[in-house]
T-cell receptor, first 112, second 114 residues
Framework: GQQVMQIPQYQHVQEGEDFTTYCNSS?????IQWYKQRPGGHPVFLIQ?????EVKKQKRLTFQFGEAKKNSSLHITATQTTDVGTYFC????????????FGGGTRVLVKP | GAGVSQSPSNKVTEKGKDVELRCDPI?????LYWYRQSLGQGLEFLIY????????KSGLPSDRFSAERTGGSVSTLTIQRTQQEDSAVYLC????????????FGDGTRLSIL
């Protein structure tokens, strides 16, 4: 079945630095969604990308969908302590009626 | 309501007891999902509903787990004869549809089995 992998699993970042986390699917995706879960909280939808090569920005967050629509990335600039949390990507599985399959998440820790 | 509501927020029970977890989705959301999340881990898919039917029950860990949804709204996840490995946060989410729609999560039920 479809697999969605995220790397790295953990990301330790110095406050103020930039970093990128990656999401890779074993199959082509019609779209990809990103969610953020703060410690002790629940996942919150951030954004959806649909088009090949699409790039969307939300303040310091830049999301990109790969040309082949099998991978995606999230780049955060000038990391702040408010960026702490787990970032999940998710893509629909055709084999499962287009139900979303979530990646394992990237856990981001920020060092002040 | 304004968001997905789950109850109880916390549940502590003894091993072997049955528990029922409730999820009240956002009004008008036809799809409803149950996930399990152990501490520091990812989202483990359990089951989803489209309306009142459950097209995919593949994630239910054992026959001790069951779920139902009535009236296309509230859903109940039941765990029978609970075991310590069932301890986790159980998250419910809903969406306007299954295809290409974002999921809105509730705050979860933290289940602790003694």
């Amino acid at each position: 079945g479809q697999q969605v992998m995220q790397i790295p699993q953990y990301q330790h970042v110095q406050e103020g630095e930039d970093f990128t986390t990656y999401c890779n699917s074993s199959t082509t995706l019609s779209n990809i969604q990103w969610y953020k879960q703060r410690p002790g909280g629940h996942p919150v939808f951030l954004i959806q990308l649909v088009k090949s090569g699409e790039v969307k920005k939300q303040k310091r967050l830049t999301f990109q969908f790969g040309e082949a629509k099998k991978n995606s990335s999230l780049h955060i600039t000038a990391t702040q302590t408010t960026d702490v949390g787990t970032y999940f990507c998710a893509g629909p599985s055709k084999a499962a009626g287009n139900k979303l399959t979530f990646g394992g998440g990237t856990r981001v820790l920020v060092k002040p | 309501g304004a968001g997905v509501s789950q109850s109880p927020s916390n549940k502590v029970t003894e091993k072997g007891k049955d528990v029922e977890l409730r999820c009240d989705p956002i009004s008008g959301h036809t799809a409803l999902y149950w996930y399990r999340q152990s501490l520091g881990q990812g989202l483990e898919f359990l089951i989803y509903f489209q309306g009142n039917s459950a097209p995919d029950k593949s994630g239910l860990p054992s026959d001790r787990f069951s779920a139902e949804r009535t009236g296309g709204s509230v859903s109940t996840l039941t765990i029978q004869r609970t075991q310590q490995e069932d301890s986790a946060v159980y998250l419910c989410a809903s969406s306007l549809g299954v295809v290409n729609k974002p999921q809105h999560f509730g705050d979860g039920t933290r289940l602790s089995i003694l």
